[in-house]
């Protein structure tokens, strides 16, 4: 589907349809809209099949939570839930040591913002016993170092229109939720 428009269409199939998503930790994009729309549905089956860090949607999914937050709503968990291990396109552990040690300029600075936390703090050891210097990225943590103030409103405004157009129905939407959490990433940005 190229257009937003033809993503919409599929939410009112009843039956007898395959969503294949790229999102794969159901963070952003339109697989939220698809859970959103599907989830609550017993008929209707999610399969995962790359690995789903902590503290994202798809983790939680998977992990059994009955209900989870999409779009300021709590969304009832029905349908059939799977995941087919093995078939992730990352890297393991030793992969990406062999990457970044072939790179002809040494990174100033790697930011681990991927993985579970035990995983991440074992590969900070490594890449920092290796001479590299890394850190690791928390969720919803902005990291500032070397990006110049016109690329960050550029990331500031682009913040702003990922949130509106996350909404389905924005004349329909809770006033107050709208403006809290326009404030929230104003106040964020600040920072």
Partial sequence: MKSSEESMKVNKIQRGAVIISASGMCEAGRIRHHLKHNLWRKESSIVFVGYQAEGTLGYEILSGKRKVKLFGEEIAVNAEIHNLEGLSGHADRNGLIKWVEDFKAKPKKILLVHGDSEAQKSFKELLNSKGFNSK??????????????DEMKLSYKEELVNYIESIDNLDNYDREAFIKNIEKILNKNKQ
């Fill in 136 to 149: 690791i990225v928390q969720i919803n943590e902005i990291f500032k170092d070397n990006i110049k103030e």
